[in-house]
């Protein structure tokens, strides 16, 4: 992979520099604050070299293993740790984004940072943990000093919540850390066992040592007085004069309200996940291993990680969220591997054999986005291997320690050394998982015409009839009479219909073979296996381009399916040289067969039928 060509691509699909507030990555995706949302061009995103999917409204881009290097290269695009402030947008009104999106992006954007510091402190104590189980004493310095390490990082939790915080609110992070750190001060903590007050209210006794929400509703306050006291204080002290006041306010309103009710809201919110484990029982483990595929698929299981670290923080152990991940993460590992066993498609096994190892060490994405989701037959397994494996998890009750992503290297999360049989159950559960899913997947796997376009990056079409040619590309679906272009308008080329596309990724309206491609790649011939010959013409008069803005992705005489992405087009830059960019898909065999069905006038997405064809009924005299 080109990690700079593919940073620029995705750079200029979401809008350009100038759109970009914020992004950061996480194991699998880039993940994007935009100053504007609507800016972003998803069907573009979708078609760059290295992008595996798209998901959201504020656009997280599924790159995979890759994502670390892509990160990298967007940072050199955009400038090393650039933090830009909300752009304007003089092209038109801002797209309104809801407030579920709104919440999910600030969730991620402030736990997503924490899990390296989290994870790597808390696999650390695990394999200490391992040690002491096989003699180690837990009284050795040597022990006692690394174990300080987790301790330390859970302990200190509220000051690592005050930067993410403070960093996804684009306010003074140490500014941030100073209002938090009064709430862990020895002398303070002290003053609040005994009973004090400020103001002459009582300041209530509670312990914020590794509590997460306090200190995100104490940075908020901040954030919101330090961009008003910024406005209204003359610059001369300003430098001074804002923190000092915002701090004046903050802390107090913290010790008083704001650190109470964050420290029973994360109380309430752990409380009733754990109410639903503790009502559904072992039951709840596989109806969430099997929820995961799905909420993952959309990002929606990242909503899960406040309440991980703040169990984790708070009792020291996690037993829902994490087994069922393990049994999931396991069960797309084996089922991506019995699908590298059985295919005989190579791009498909070398897809299946990347996602599989990936999976094995936490990282489904890869599986999710390059066979799973799109591929029932191997969905059914994930999820037959996924319920087996979470199954024995919630029966035997293993518990997390560790906030990490479940996998063969982060085994030791579940390692308690009071209780050895936890781990050797949670090895148990892995090990049904992979094996359900991967003997469903070799059983149920086929390369048949869905898998095969799978493995090329594309969806299962549904709901289409023999016969049916689909649209192409997403948008307008015209009348030939309309086309601005007497060939096409006087069907002199054949019947069909016209699309003013809304994105430039070209895809086959029909199962066939290509039997023309022009060398400008403006244009290409379809024969389908019931002889249907079809032209798809990109733009009116483009061959004048010479091949300019486009880019084809198969060669002639190949074989494709429905779906399958032909060619790709530049669609703005033809505009500007000055072409329309209207796309006709006609019948150039009409005289053999009938063209009925042909909708108009309507908004179509690729893969929705726009019309029929049928070869002609012989009648007396006439052949078909």
């Known amino acids: 992979m080109d990690y700079k060509k593919t940073a620029a691509d995705i750079l200029g699909a979401v809008g350009g520099p100038a759109n970009v507030t914020h992004v950061e990555h996480c194991s699998t995706r880039l993940r994007f604050t935009l100053a504007d949302p609507g800016k972003a061009d998803q069907a573009r995103l979708k ?14 881009v599924v790159i995979g293993n890759d994502v670390v290097e892509v990160h990298e290269a967007l940072n050199d695009l955009l400038g090393t740790g650039r933090l830009a402030a909300p752009a ?5 009104p801002v797209t309104k984004v809801s407030w579920g999106a709104k919440l999910l992006d600030f969730i991620v954007g402030v736990f997503q940072p924490l899990i390296p510091a989290i994870a790597g402190a808390g696999v650390l104590k695990s394999m200490m943990l391992l040690l002491a189980m096989f003699g180690l004493s837990r009284q050795d310095p040597t022990f006692t000093t690394l174990v300080a390490i987790s301790d330390a990082t859970f302990y200190f939790l509220p000051l690592l919540v005050a930067v993410t ?16 750190s009064v709430l862990l001060l020895p002398s303070m903590t002290a003053a609040m066992a005994k009973g004090t007050s400020v103001f002459g209210i009582p300041i209530p006794n509670i312990n914020y040592a590794s509590q997460v929400f306090p200190a995100i509703l104490s940075v908020l306050l901040l954030g919101s007085l330090e961009r008003v006291l910024t406005k209204v204080t003359p610059k001369p002290i300003r430098i001074f004069f804002v923190p000092m006041i915002a701090l004046l306010i903050t802390v107090p309103a913290t010790l008083l309200f704001l650190g109470p009710l964050g420290f029973w809201a994360g109380t309430y919110f752990t409380t009733g996940v754990l109410w639903v484990y503790s ?3 072992w039951v709840a483990l596989p109806l969430l291993a099997i929820a995961l595929p799905f909420i993952i698929s959309v990002g929606m299981h990242k909503a899960f990680i406040p309440y991980v670290v703040n169990q984790l923080s708070t009792a020291g152990y996690e037993s829902l969220y994490n087994p069922a991940s393990l049994a999931h993460n396991i069960a797309e590992s084996g089922a991506s591997f019995a699908v590298a066993l059985r295919t005989k498609d190579t791009e498909m096994r070398s897809t299946a054999v990347s996602a599989g190892i990936s999976a094995l060490f936490g990282i489904t994405e890869p599986a999710l986005y390059g066979i799973t989701i799109q591929n029932k037959r191997a969905l059914w397994s994930v999820l037959t291997g996924a319920v087996a494996g979470a199954t024995w998890l919630g029966i035997t009750q293993v518990t997390s320690y560790v906030a990490v992503g479940p996998g063969l290297a982060s085994m030791s999360m579940f390692i308690n050394p009071d209780d050895p049989r936890n781990i050797i159950n949670a090895i148990l559960g892995a090990v049904i998982a992979f094996g359900a899913a991967f003997v469903a997947s070799f059983f149920l796997w086929s390369d048949a015409a869905s898998a095969t376009l799978k493995a090329r990056g594309v969806a299962p079409l549904e709901n289409v009839l023999p016969g049916d040619v689909l ?13 601005p272009d007497k060939v096409f308008a006087g069907g002199l080329l054949g019947q069909g219909c016209a699309v003013r596309p809304a994105s430039g990724e070209f895809r086959s309206p029909v199962a066939g073979r290509v039997s023309m491609l022009f060398d400008t790649h403006h244009a290409l011939g379809l024969t ?7 032209l798809l013409h990109v733009g009116l008069d483009t061959v004048r381009l010479g091949g300019k803005h486009f880019a084809v992705h198969v060669s002639k005489d190949d074989r494709v399916e429905a779906g399958q992405l032909l060619l790709t087009a530049d669609l703005v830059a033809i505009t500007a040289a000055g072409f329309d960019t209207t796309t006709p898909l006609v019948v150039t065999n009409a005289r053999d067969v009938e063209v009925t069905g042909v909708a108009t006038g309507a908004m179509a997405k690729h893969g929705d039928p726009l019309f029929h064809v049928a070869k002609k009924v012989a009648t007396s005299g006439s052949v078909s």
Request: hydrophobic share 45%; glycine share 14%.
């Open 47 to 60: 078609a760059v070299p290295g992008v595996m999917g798209v998901v959201g409204a504020q656009p997280q």
């Open 528 to 534: 389908t296996d019931e002889g249907v010959e079809l």
């Open 279 to 281: 009502t559904l029982g």
């Open 88 to 92: 304007a947008n003089p092209g038109g």
């Open 471 to 483: 649209s192409p590309v997403d948008g307008e679906v015209v009348a030939l009479t309309d086309v």
């Open 165 to 180: 915080t403070a960093t996804k609110l684009n306010s003074n992070r140490l500014v941030a850390i100073a209002a938090v």
